[in-house]
């Protein structure tokens, strides 16, 4: 849960802030952020999904943010860039999944995503649209 005072119309800059603020916030020693999803914002008591164009004074932002160990990224990034590959980007396979089938209908839903691969299979729980839990198996 981050509060960011603006007193300003709602904007690509301001959505920005908030998203910079998150990251400072929940930078922890040891880890790489994974992902940032906002879940909910709270603008003078009430709850929005969208914010963009509203007039706010203060905005409090509820979401999830995901950690990945960084002995863990930087080893695999280091493999890949060994071998040629510029790596631009990483996205874990939870988030990937999601997105690859994420539609407005998924986001009132609650769930589970499963995907059964060669070698591992992961089960996400999704809430309202929201990755809450994964696990590979």
Same mark, same amino acid.
């Given at each position: 849960k981050e509060e960011y005072k603006c007193d300003t119309v709602i904007d690509a800059e301001v959505m920005k802030k908030i998203t910079q603020q998150i990251i400072t916030n929940n930078t922890t020693r040891g880890f790489? &952020?994974?992902a940032i999803q906002t879940t909910d914002y709270l603008i003078d008591d009430n709850s929005y999904r969208e914010i963009k164009g509203i007039?706010?004074?203060?905005i409090v932002a509820r979401g999830v943010v995901t950690l990945i160990p960084k002995e863990n990224l930087y080893s695999v990034v280091a493999l890949l860039e060994k071998n040629g590959i510029n790596v631009i980007d990483v996205c874990i396979s939870p988030v990937a999944d999601y997105y690859a089938y994420k539609n407005k209908q998924y986001?009132?839903?609650?769930?589970?995503l499963i995907n059964i691969g060669s070698e591992t299979?992961? &089960?996400s729980i999704i809430t309202n649209g929201i990755i809450v839990k994964s696990s590979i198996i």
């Open positions: 790489e &952020i994974a007039n706010a004074n203060k986001d009132s839903k609650n769930g589970t299979t992961t &089960i």
